[in-house]
T-cell receptor, first 115, second 114 residues
Framework: NAGVTQTPKFRVLKTGQSMTLLCAQD?????MYWYRQDPGMGLRLIHY???????AKGEVPDGYNVSRLKKQNFLLGLESAAPSQTSVYFC??????????????FGEGSRLTVL | AQKVTQAQTEISVVEKEDVTLDCVYE???????LFWYKQPPSGELVFLIR??????QNEISGRYSWNFQKSTSSFNFTITASQVVDSAVYFC???????????FGAGTRLTVKP
């Protein structure tokens, strides 16, 4: 059971470089989320999607772009990485009914360092 | 917009002590869901419990219990007879029914010493 898979798990970038984080889920979930986790700040929502072809901004969207071209994939892009984007990124997914069961399924996290 | 506050940044207890983790939330919606997640040192996020705004019954699951009080906008989590394996960061989270935007608190790091 793959669940939610994030690629890559680790990445080191130089300031100004671009990269894309891929989140893939095999549970046919409609909703997908990207969070970043920083010490003392918990998880902060970057962007989310409630269905294929739709995205919405979360709490800290600046400097990031997302796309949901396929239902199972949610991509997070950094066009010009900055040291402030050094963080651990988590992807998560659920279904509308998931709010009744309560579970948001998380990936294992991707650690990004921007030098 | 909704907000979750976990005022306790770190808590340290000795094994077998009881410990309560506080969570205070803000929302303008009358329909919402509250959650607790655990993040052990290995880094993954583990779902513990979910509560909807219409269900104020307290819940007990083994050594874990949750106290939901709408009057004080709080959803506190108590671990009874703590164990070393309970050492983790615990997050409280809130989602409003109409916007699918799930917000987390800053987390409380619990250390249980033997």
């Amino acid at each position: 059971n793959a669940g939610v898979t994030q690629t890559p798990k680790f990445r080191v970038l130089k300031t100004g470089q671009s990269m894309t984080l891929l989140c893939a889920q095999d549970m046919n979930h409609e909703y997908m989320y990207w969070y970043r986790q920083d010490p003392g700040m918990g998880l902060r929502l970057i962007h989310y999607s409630v269905g294929e072809g739709t995205t919405a901004k979360g709490e800290v969207p600046d400097g990031y772009n997302v796309s949901r071209l396929k239902k199972q994939n949610f991509l997070l892009g950094l066009e010009s990485a900055a040291p402030s984007q050094t963080s651990v990124y988590f992807c998560a997914s659920t279904s509308p009914a998931g709010w009744n069961t309560g579970e948001l399924f998380f990936g294992e996290g991707s650690r990004l360092t921007v030098l | 917009a909704q907000k979750v506050t976990q005022a306790q940044t770190e808590i340290s207890v000795v094994e077998k002590e009881d410990v309560t983790l506080d969570c205070v939330y803000e929302t303008r919606d009358t329909t919402y869901y509250l959650f607790w997640y655990k993040q052990p040192p290995s880094g993954e996020l583990v779902f513990l419990i979910r509560r909807n705004s219409f269900d104020e019954q307290n819940e007990i699951s083994g050594r874990y219990s949750w106290n939901f009080q709408k009057s004080t906008s709080s959803f506190n989590f108590t671990i009874t007879a703590s164990q070393v394996v309970d050492s983790a960061v615990y997050f409280c989270a809130l989602i409003q029914y109409n916007n699918n935007d799930m917000r987390f608190g800053a987390g409380t790091r619990l250390t249980v010493k033997p």
